[in-house]
């Protein structure tokens, strides 16, 4: 019905690309090209798709040529950054990736990737900057405050990497690494009570995640409430049947109440 309409060909190029069929994306692509030259767009994701066939001389050609006939196609520049990076060619990548912002400065993925490149290299205090702005445009991406928080601490500003972590941790509180790290760092820094609270936050936000109920059977015992932390071992050995910790604490705990048959079998299962 639309032999002639190049948006057709385009469509299925990008349905034959999600599929990984690329020669057939290719062929497609090729083809909303031939019914209109003029379109950089067509370009762009051709050489997207030669770059997943590994013809990157090819890619570079189709890039370049999109970039001549629209010097305003953000994505043609991004695109063609990202293959450079891949390549190892960091200069090249800067200069396409800074065309990039400055065509598009609210483009996120631009400044998530200068970061990469600056960490790569070591540039820590630069990285941190790209990935702050990354962060201001795209706020509800729990992925990319993640990032920031670990770039903050391996650039050594472990107290700004914390508060980070509570950011996240309070805006998406189904982030589990965010509440596993607070639980970590505050039972390092000697707050129970606040270690627990995050364990238990990692905990209900994924209730088959035994290790939070590990770290919480410790934080129990701690704090001298044994019969939380006899519960909480109790779950995690029906979650992982192969915790020796686990096993031992339940012992131990009921040793301690002369519950002796059932603290000899759980010791000898630890």
Not at 146 to 157: N, P, T
Not at 199 to 210: C, K, M, P, T, V
């Amino acid at each position: 019905l639309s032999r002639g309409n190049p948006e057709v060909y385009a469509g299925l190029g990008e349905v034959y690309y999600s599929k990984n069929r690329f020669n057939e994306a290719l062929n497609q692509f090729q083809r909303s090209i031939d019914l209109n030259p003029s379109n950089s767009d067509y370009r762009v994701k051709l050489a997207k798709t030669l770059t997943a066939t590994g013809k990157i001389k090819e890619a570079k050609l189709s890039y370049k040529t999109a970039i001549e006939m629209e010097p305003e196609n953000y994505r043609a520049f991004y695109d063609l950054g990202l293959l450079y990076q891949k390549e190892g060619d960091s200069q090249s990548a800067y200069e396409n990736l800074h065309m990039t912002v400055k065509l598009n400065p609210n483009y996120y993925k631009t400044y998530e990737t200068l970061s990469e490149l600056y960490a790569g290299e070591k540039k820590l205090p630069q990285a941190v900057e790209e990935l702050r702005t990354a962060v201001r445009i795209k706020k509800d991406d729990p992925k990319l405050h993640l990032a920031l928080a670990k770039l903050l601490a391996e650039s050594g500003d472990e107290k700004e990497s914390i508060q980070e972590y509570i950011k996240i941790a309070a805006k998406f509180p189904e982030n589990i690494e965010a509440q596993k790290r607070l639980g970590d760092w505050y039972y390092q820094q000697k707050d129970l009570e606040k270690s627990l609270k995050y364990y238990e936050a990692s905990q209900s936000a994924d209730s088959r995640n035994a290790e939070a109920l590990i770290h919480m059977g410790r934080i129990y015992t701690d704090l001298n409430r044994t019969d939380d932390a006899l519960g909480v071992y109790q779950k995690a050995v029906k979650l992982q049947a192969k915790d020796p910790e686990s096993y031992y604490q339940i012992g131990r705990i009921l040793a301690d109440r002369k519950q002796w048959e059932q603290a000899e079998s759980n010791l000898k299962t630890a």
